[in-house]
Structure formats: C-alpha cells, structure tokens
Nanobody, 115 residues
Framework: QVQLVESGGGLVQAGGSLRLSCAAS????????MGWYRRAPGKQRELVAR???????NYANSAKGRFTISRDNAKNTVWLQMNSLKPEDTAVYYC?????????WGQGTQLTVSS
C-alpha cells in the first residue's frame, strides 16, 4: 500500500509563488513516476507536471516556464514550485505516483490565486 500526503496549498495573490510538497510512504518501488494533476471548478482534471525516477520531466503548456517539478528519490518526495501564479491556476492539486501498473493519489490540496 502507498500513501501520499500533500502540503503547501493556500491563498496567494496573482504574481506570487507557492511550493507544493508530496511525501509518499509505504511500499515504494525504486522505478516510478510522480507528478501533479489539478482540477479547477467546472473543469476536467488536467496534468500539470510529472517527473520520472530518472528526473525526466513533462509539463502542461500552461505550466511551462512558470512551474518546476523536482523530486528526492531517497525521501520519496516530489515538489511543485509555482511562480507567476495566475487566477486560472486556482484548483485542487493532486499528487500521484505510478508504479508497477498501479496509480496512487493524494487527498488534494487547494490553491486559490486571487486577482
């Protein structure tokens, strides 16, 4: 079993920065991919960024140039540094981990960006 615990959400003004953290625990394989999805009100869930155990990254177009995903394999932790935040970044952000054909999800953390 795998547990993911997110932290770092909150309220920030447009143009500000915030960092989300996600710590995984339990039966973690050395080969996995972690990342962040988000769901804004009235919208479908979308991938924000992901990173493999090798450090390869992918970003949504909306996140490129503003967000940076990173991880510490020894700590099974992934971070999402978000800069130049916009009101349209307001959403619940979910951390996920994929390994061995299974995916695991955190409970979500709310980010609200005020204009």
């Amino acid at each position: 079993q795998v547990q993911l615990v997110e932290s770092g959400g909150g309220l920030v003004q447009a143009g500000g920065s915030l960092r989300l953290s996600c710590a995984a625990s339990g039966s973690i394989f050395s080969i996995n991919s972690m990342g962040w999805y988000r769901r804004a009100p009235g919208k479908q869930r979308e991938l924000v960024a992901r990173i493999t155990f090798l450090g390869d990254t992918n970003y949504a177009n909306s996140a490129k140039g503003r967000f940076t995903i990173s991880r510490d394999n020894a700590k099974n932790t992934v971070w999402l540094q978000m800069n130049s935040l916009k009101p349209e970044d307001t959403a619940v952000y979910y951390c996920y981990l994929v390994q061995g054909g299974n995916d695991y999800w955190g409970q979500g953390t709310q980010l609200t960006v005020s204009s």
